[in-house]
């Protein structure tokens, strides 16, 4: 069992929240060494007799692998915070989530991103700028992050779906729970075209309170986030704020000063956003650092040439034919854990393609 497979176990263990998890992993930062770890090991750490039992008995459990194999059928796939996967700016946000869940493209995750979040209740100017700006800053080669809900959030993704940057959608639930209904079809889009994400386990039901925490994951993987409409006590407004927190742009599209629902956005243009009325009042912003092109950065051959030797192992059983998981796991002599993560570094490098039945194949 690897490190990430434990932080999973902990992570999904009942009573174990983010505080607790960073204890644990700033004394022991092998995770492996915990899964030795007896109560009162546990209860030196500071963690309450209780919550220690709890968690040697979700370290001890021996159908991890069957856990795995569970995701991986549903088409579930995971990093955590302590692969090198993760993204760098994410890091950033306030506690950064432990891990993500993941369905669809994962490598995604590693774009130049721009967040767009809005009302639920759009005016059909709110609805027309959302999706056509989006559909403009990812056919230049941005991933437009929202949050799957209705209205602004929705068609964000529509757009950005219609170009090649695409789109990250971050639920406020289980992974493999749609919320609101109305939505299944776009759901079913970014899974197929560009990538869900949720740090709850799957089975967790769509509540309120956890709305607002999945806006921390919108800002931290963005460099900015584009305000298009928002009342003065708008939700959307939440995410403006901790995307500043994360030390974030903040983007407005001006409306109507007899709209209420642009009354939130004239409030931040008033404040400081940056007025936005195309893309490319956007993109201006990172031309400094960060180069957007229709599918890769100038950089990612450099950073991508470093293969683990794992990677290079795998790499050398993989060619023109598709290979499944049960195979490369017998070819491979890898446990599933290990196996699915290699797998993704070499994903993440744009070495390897995946096809549809979870097959792999080299670029």
């Given at each position: 069992m690897d490190n990430s497979t434990i932080l999973l176990l902990m992570h999904e263990t009942a009573g174990v929240g983010w505080r607790t998890i960073e204890r644990i992993v700033?004394?022991?930062?092998?995770?492996?060494?915990?899964?030795?770890?007896?109560?009162?090991?546990?209860?030196?750490?500071?963690?309450?007799p209780d919550k220690a039992a709890t968690i040697e008995q979700s370290l001890s459990r021996t159908d991890w692998m069957e856990k795995l194999e569970n995701y991986h059928q549903a088409g579930i796939g995971f990093i955590t915070a302590l692969d090198n996967s993760y993204?760098?700016?994410l890091k950033e946000a306030a506690e950064p989530p432990w891990v993500?869940?993941?369905?669809?493209?994962?490598?995604?995750?590693?774009?130049?991103?721009?967040?767009m979040v809005g009302t639920r209740n759009p005016t059909v100017y709110g609805r027309k700028t959302a999706e056509s700006l989006a559909a403009e800053l990812s056919e230049k080669g941005a991933c437009v992050v929202?949050?799957?809900?209705?209205?602004?959030?929705?068609?964000?993704?529509?757009?950005?779906?219609?170009a090649k940057g695409g789109t990250i959608g971050v639920l406020g639930c289980g992974i493999d729970q749609v919320y609101p209904a109305e939505n299944r079809e776009l759901y079913r889009n970014i899974e197929e075209s560009g990538l869900l994400l949720s740090e709850y386990a799957p089975g967790i039901r769509p509540l309120p309170g956890l709305f607002p925490l999945r806006n921390r994951i919108i800002a931290g993987l963005s460099l900015g986030i584009v305000v298009v409409e928002a009342a003065e006590r708008s939700?959307?407004?939440?995410?403006?704020?901790?995307a500043l927190d994360a030390s974030r742009d903040i983007f407005a599209v001006p409306g109507p000063i007899t709209s209420p629902k642009s009354s939130g956005t004239l409030q931040l243009i008033k404040n400081g956003a940056k007025l936005v009325t195309c893309a490319e009042d956007i993109l201006e912003e990172y031309r400094h650092c960060i180069s957007f092109g229709p599918i890769a950065?100038?950089?990612?051959?450099?950073?991508?040439?470093?293969?683990?030797?794992?990677?290079?192992?795998?790499?050398?059983?993989?060619?023109?034919?598709?290979?499944?998981?049960?195979?490369?796991?017998?070819?491979?002599q890898f446990n599933f854990g290990h196996l699915h993560s290699v797998l993704l570094s070499l994903l993440l490098k744009k070495r390897i393609e995946q096809l549809p039945g979870s097959s792999y194949i080299m670029k």
């Open positions: 700033s004394v022991c930062p092998d995770l492996q060494e915990a899964v030795t770890f007896r109560q009162n090991e546990w209860i030196r750490l500071g963690i309450s993204p760098e700016r993500l869940y993941y369905k669809g493209n994962i490598a995604l995750i590693g774009r130049p991103c721009i967040g929202s949050g799957v809900a209705r209205g602004i959030d929705a068609y964000a993704h529509y757009g950005a779906l219609q939700g959307s407004l939440i995410t403006a704020t901790q950065h100038s950089n990612e051959k450099s950073s991508q040439s470093i293969l683990s030797e794992d990677e290079r192992k795998l790499l050398g059983l993989l060619s023109s034919e598709p290979l499944t998981v049960d195979q490369l796991l017998v070819l491979s």
